[in-house]
T-cell receptor, first 114, second 112 residues
């Protein structure tokens, strides 16, 4: 257990529905990252936060995706109008600010869109 | 664009032998590297890291080697055990913001 907690572990939804995932980072980590991983591939960067500020969003993050970290602690990732292509593992990670700080991942949320 | 990649998709190794997993990176600005282990259905687990001002770092049964001249990274696992069976990723951070880039991974299969 790395200390990064993600809920739910699994989510099955029908196409067109909205889903929301939650990530609780390690408490002293002010940087939080979302990645997406499909089968047989490495994680792909989606977005990241420093405290409550969202600093960058990948081109992978279409306008159906939104992420928040309202109080600089936990974060949520929402996907609206899900599509089958959204099926993937959504990983959250956190680290301290600074150079050469380790990045720790949660166990991920496996999304299946039917 | 620049990316981190791995040479082999699958590595089969006999229990007790040493494993060597290779990784090539292309971003010359990368100054921090991490190796992760990922078991099925789980998130990536930190194994060992190395900074660009080092060429070797050792952990428990693992050693990471960095060759900046040819932009190559390797992970050596000594006396490979069945519990080492997993996918291994290298990741690099091109700046201090920690936006790590990952390759596709190498599947390590340990045979008895």
């Amino acid at each position: 257990d790395t200390g990064v907690s993600q809920n739910p572990r699994h989510k099955i939804t029908k196409r067109g529905q909205n889903v929301t995932f939650r990530c609780d980072p390690i408490s002293e980590h002010n940087r939080l990252y979302w990645y997406r991983q499909t089968l047989g591939q490495g994680p792909e960067f989606l977005t990241y936060f420093q405290n409550e500020a969202q600093l960058e969003k990948s081109r992978l993050l279409s306008d159906r995706f939104s992420a928040e970290r309202p109080k600089g602690s936990f974060s949520t990732l929402e996907i609206q109008r899900t599509e089958q292509g959204d099926s993937a593992m959504y990983l959250c990670a956190s680290r301290r600010q600074g150079n050469n700080e380790k990045l720790f991942f949660g166990s991920g949320t496996q999304l299946s869109v039917l | 664009g620049e990316s981190v990649g791995l040479h082999l998709p699958t590595l089969s190794v006999q229990e007790g032998d040493n494993s060597i997993i290779n990784c090539a990176y292309s971003n010359s600005a990368s100054d921090y590297f991490i190796w992760y282990k990922q078991e099925s259905g789980k998130g990536p687990q930190f194994i060992i890291d190395i900074r660009s001002n080092m060429d070797k770092r050792q952990g428990q049964r693992v050693t990471v080697l960095l060759n900046k001249t040819v932009k190559h990274l390797s992970l050596q696992i000594a006396a490979t055990q069945p519990g080492d069976s997993a996918v291994y990723f290298c990741a690099d951070a091109p700046d201090s913001w920690g936006k790590f880039q990952f390759g596709a991974g190498t599947q390590v299969v340990v045979t008895p």
